[in-house]
């Protein structure tokens, strides 16, 4: 399996988080959706496609109060997908995924047969946000150059990273000019064993 597999297999959790918000807005107001969403949408596209999947689990150098928020695993791809979701609302935020990425580099699997797998990272988060949309596709802006978005283009595990963005919903009027737009962001990253 390589890496476009995975960004496939994660676009397809997106557009399940998608049509499910198309049914039904969870929350109220223009809050964001709770970033378990993300987990069970992007768990079950990884679960189609053969692999083992585990909310919360923990790496071999995690603490037991320090769990990755999903953990898949294929035997017969041989490989593993860590991942890390979170509601991108503000800088705060920002400098959270960037922890995050450097807890995914740092991932390595309990069981020694697994850790010999391929693996990869996954960070995505959901985002009201239309200018952050653009820096995780384009990594554009002097705004996100400085402050909580400074520390993503000096992370090495990021080197190889594939980025994304799909629409999910929008809040009002799809005719309206003005709509304000629900987005899925995703980055995909082999990780060094």
């Known amino acids: 399996m390589d890496i476009w597999d ?8 997106g557009y399940y988080l998608g049509e499910s918000l198309w049914e039904y807005w ?22 189609e496609a053969g692999f083992a999947v585990f909310a919360e689990a923990h790496g071999e150098d995690s603490g037991t109060d320090k769990r990755h928020d999903l953990l898949a695993y294929s ?10 979701f979170k509601r991108l609302y ?3 935020k920002a400098n959270q995924m960037l922890h995050d990425v450097r807890r995914l580099g740092a991932f390595r699997p309990i069981d020694n047969e697994v850790a010999n797998s391929e693996q990869f990272g996954v960070l995505a988060a959901t985002t009201w ?18 402050g909580a978005w400074a520390g993503f283009d000096k992370e090495t595990v990021l080197k190889d990273a594939q980025w994304g963005t799909l629409v999910l919903q929008a809040v009002e009027d799809w005719a309206e000019p003005n ?3 629900h987005y899925f962001l995703y980055a995909v990253f082999p990780l060094r064993a």
């Open 26 to 47: 969870p929350s109220k107001g223009n809050n964001e959706v709770p970033e378990a969403n993300v987990t069970l949408h992007v768990g079950r596209a990884l679960a």
């Open 6 to 13: 995975v960004m496939k297999i994660v676009r397809k959790g």
């Open 90 to 92: 503000s800088g705060e």
């Open 75 to 84: 035997r017969p791809a041989n490989t593993v997908v860590a991942c890390e």
């Open 129 to 146: 946000d239309v200018e952050y949309a653009r820096w995780w596709v384009h990594g554009g802006g002097d705004r996100f150059l400085k």
């Open 179 to 181: 709509a304000k737009w």
